[in-house]
């Protein structure tokens, strides 16, 4: 059953990924569409932060690198594991992803966080 | 096949084979594509959450990053990423669709000529990689045409 | 993969076929040949010619010579085919390269060591798992099955075990613990079989790593089947068929096969009336 609910949750969060990776691609590449503003000054600084501070931003973020780092981790897995392993390599590469699958989500959590808590001045 | 029987040779393809291993219909590319974009995305996103933390140093440190992205070969390194997710993500839908079983049509009797699940989908293929190459095209209008 | 009628000529055709021998070579290497081909003539006929009269120690491994047996399975101008299904004048080349099947040990020259094929076809329990064990060894009738109930499974039970699907997938070219597609096709044709209900027996060989997830529809092995089993298809659907076990959707024990007892059956055939007549004699 664990490899099933695995692979299950591999295909459940891409709907997750292209809708909120599509808007982060139309927000950071489409700025002048949407938000009427050029694509550098969208990139500015002062315009991130303002982006970061909100909730809903702060939210979904974390949701888009869990999905997006749970993805990706599942497939780079499948990969090196297609490789021919000992089962003792093959077990350090399971426990490998997952260790550095949770580093860089907490990583980026804490980036999202220092972001939505930013103090402007100071 | 016993211990005292001459040595067999090895002949597993290995890494070879996820590139060639055959006169095989373009399915078996997109599945290299697939597994070459997606390396490259993950790859990406990794590197993408670890440059973006650069906004922790401070302004200038963040403004000088998003003046070297904005430098010609960052530019068109961007392009190429869009269009791996692009049709990582086409692909994926595909994928997505038809390993839980659908639009591959029903189990019947095999009657020679045999047609197989991988050419009865054929068609959903070709609408997805067309839209796929529309959408890397005007994606990147802004780069081709500004 | 048929040749445009202007090619089908006969002439002579170059064969590459590669040898190894396991007492001399530590590698294989190529030999090459040279045969007149006429219209109709397979690989495997050209592989007894080339035997009688040109290289008496060429081996491999064949037996029906019609396509039935799964003997004959090699790596024929870059596709896994069946040389007795092969005809020489339709491959459209002047010259045909033979080698072994890949991703099997090479035994010598052109015979695969099918041993792993069948050891994972062995370890997904390929044999009908009822309710009541005993029925499958002492029966007292026959199972009723419908059409629909027959044709959700009966494409994957033409398999003959040739052994060209897993030489054709990319899994199986790195990863020799993957099932492979026969072995996770087979797993589908019992579990599809509504006489069966062992996928719970099943699932510890199937639900691995190197199970049916590591398929990526390449569809290779759909192309390289001769049979038109479609392995690629039975995949997917295994997949769809795990997926909705996990979460509680799957195949009831209740919707077995029923049992029509044997006295039932007699009188079935017994009261059977023949079809009107259609030819009226004078």
């Not at chain 2, 599945?31 to 390396?39: D, K, P, Q």
Request: contains cysteine; aromatic residues 10%.
């Amino acid at each position: 059953m664990r490899e099933t609910r695995l692979w299950s949750l591999h295909l459940l969060v891409i709907p997750i990924i292209v809708v909120l990776l599509g808007t982060h691609f139309a927000i950071i590449h489409y700025a002048p569409v949407f938000y009427g503003m050029s694509v550098e000054e969208a990139r500015s600084f002062e315009v991130m932060i303002e982006r970061g501070r909100s909730i809903a931003q702060f939210v979904l973020y974390i949701l888009l690198l869990a999905a997006g780092l749970y993805h990706g981790l599942y497939g780079l897995r499948g990969i090196i594991r297609e490789l021919p392993l000992t089962p003792a390599l093959a077990k350090l590469v399971d426990v490998g992803i997952v260790l550095f699958g949770l580093f860089i989500f907490g990583f980026g959590t804490y980036v999202t966080w220092w972001t939505f808590s930013f103090k402007i001045g100071g | 096949m016993n211990s005292n029987s001459p040595k067999s040779y090895p002949n597993r393809l290995g890494l070879k084979g996820w590139v060639y291993a055959g006169r095989y219909t373009f399915e078996r590319y997109l599945y290299l594509g697939h597994r070459l974009s997606g390396m490259g995305l993950i790859a990406y996103m990794v590197l993408h959450i670890i440059e973006t933390a650069n906004r922790m140093r401070g302004v200038e440190a963040w403004q000088g990053l998003m003046a070297l992205f904005a430098s010609p070969p960052f530019k068109v390194v961007e392009y190429l990423l869009f269009a791996a997710a692009v049709f990582h993500a086409m692909n994926g839908v595909r994928l997505l669709l038809t390993e839980l079983g659908f639009f591959l049509g029903k189990p019947k009797e095999p009657v020679y000529p045999y047609s197989s699940s991988v050419m009865r989908h054929r068609p959903l293929t070709y609408v997805i990689m067309a839209l796929a190459g529309l959408i890397i095209i005007l994606g990147g209008s802004s780069l081709f045409f500004p | 993969m048929t040749a445009s009628h202007k090619t089908i000529t006969p002439r002579e055709i170059t064969f590459r076929v590669r040898r190894f021998d396991p007492e001399t070579d530590s590698a294989p290497h190529w030999d090459s040949y040279t045969l007149n081909v006429t219209e109709g003539m397979t690989v495997l006929e050209a592989l007894h010619q080339l035997k009688a009269e040109k290289e008496p120690t060429l081996a491999w491994r064949s037996s029906c010579r019609m396509g039935v047996c799964g003997s004959c399975g090699m790596f024929i101008n870059d596709l896994p085919q069946l040389a007795c299904q092969t005809q020489l004048l339709h491959l459209g080349t002047d010259v045909v390269t033979v080698a072994p099947l890949l991703n099997y040990p090479n035994v010598k020259d052109l015979v695969p060591n099918l041993e792993p094929l069948i050891e994972k076809h062995v370890t997904i329990k390929p044999f009908i798992i009822h309710p009541n064990p005993q029925e499958i060894d002492e029966p007292t009738g026959e199972f009723i099955q419908s059409t629909e109930e027959r044709e959700a499974f009966s494409q994957f039970t033409y398999c003959i075990k040739c052994g060209l699907c897993l030489a054709a997938c990319p899994t199986v070219a790195t990863d020799p613990l993957f099932l492979g597609p026969q072995a996770l096709a087979q797993a589908y044709r019992y579990t599809a079989d509504n006489r069966d209900c062992g996928l719970k027996e099943r699932l510890e060989a199937i639900d691995i790593f190197h199970g049916p997830y590591q398929c990526h529809l390449a569809g290779a092995c759909s192309q390289a089947c001769p049979k038109g089993v479609d392995p690629a298809f039975g995949i997917q659907l295994l997949k769809r068929t795990l997926v909705l076990d996990s979460i509680g959707v799957g195949k009831k024990k209740s919707s077995v096969a029923k049992v029509r007892p044997l006295a039932d059956v007699v009188k079935a055939i017994e009261e059977f009336a023949p079809p009107p007549r259609t030819v009226v004699s004078n």
